[in-house]
């Protein structure tokens, strides 16, 4: 079985400072990770994937992850935020035998002026 | 983006009544997939598909239906809709490496 903990509902940023968005995962097999973003009204859009290539993986919008087998994690991180980043992101893992994806509860990202 | 529409993007219907959204895919891919959202709970699995006439159950499939007789087309079928099954769905389908990409959702809301 997998799973996903999103260890923040809600995070808090001024504009132009670091972000942190926290993902913890459990999978049996190797497992592919995801960070969706969703802005309001809309639908889910992919901002990165780990697949077992390099640890650090970047994606859109200046938004990296890092794969850690040890910790088992998979935080999300941006050097600086924009106005436009705020939106509720998702961790998501997908076990390599199976083609479904496990959604963890979300967090609701806000960047204050 | 990838090429998934749905519809209705809207509905409202009445408690007992039948309801099918459809999804609509132009990337000729093999899986296809039905999600709800609501607060709290992220994205839940109701049914995916893996073929035309292939579909299996996922987390929360009581009470809803799927067909699928073209790869491109996904249906979701409430028989007797339920005001629990108020939410936002979603359509997704399944990329090279078990990546989804998500089509912008149906609000239905049962009165």
């Known amino acids: 079985a997998q799973s996903v903990t999103q260890l923040d509902s809600h995070v808090s940023v001024s504009e132009g400072t670091p972000v942190l968005l926290r993902c913890n995962y459990s999978s049996s097999y190797s497992p592919s990770l995801f960070w969706y973003v969703q802005h309001p009204n809309k639908g889910l859009q992919l901002l990165l994937k780990?697949?077992?290539?390099?640890?650090l993986v970047k994606g859109i919008n200046g938004f990296e992850a890092e794969f850690k087998k040890s910790e088992t994690s998979f935080h999300l991180t941006k050097p600086s935020a924009h106005m436009s980043d705020a939106a509720e992101y998702f961790c998501?893992?997908?076990?390599?035998?199976?083609?479904?994806?496990?959604f963890g509860s979300g967090t609701q990202l806000t960047v204050l002026p | 983006d990838a090429g998934i529409t749905q519809s209705p993007r809207h509905k409202v219907t009445e408690t007992g009544t039948p309801v099918t959204l459809r999804c609509h895919q132009t990337e000729n891919h093999r899986y296809m997939y039905w999600y709800r959202q609501d607060p709290g709970h992220g994205l839940r699995l109701i049914h995916y598909?893996?073929?035309?006439?292939?579909?299996d159950k996922g987390e929360v499939s009581d009470g809803y239906s799927v067909s699928r007789s073209k790869t491109e087309d996904f249906l979701l079928t409430l028989e007797s809709a339920t005001s629990s099954q108020t939410s936002v769905y979603f359509c997704a389908i399944s990329g090279d490496y078990y990546e989804q990409y998500f089509g912008p959702g149906t609000r239905l809301t049962v009165t």
């Open positions: 998501v893992v997908s076990d390599s035998s199976a083609r479904q994806l496990t």
């Open positions: 780990y697949t077992s290539a390099a640890t």
């Open positions: 598909s893996y073929g035309v006439k292939d579909t």
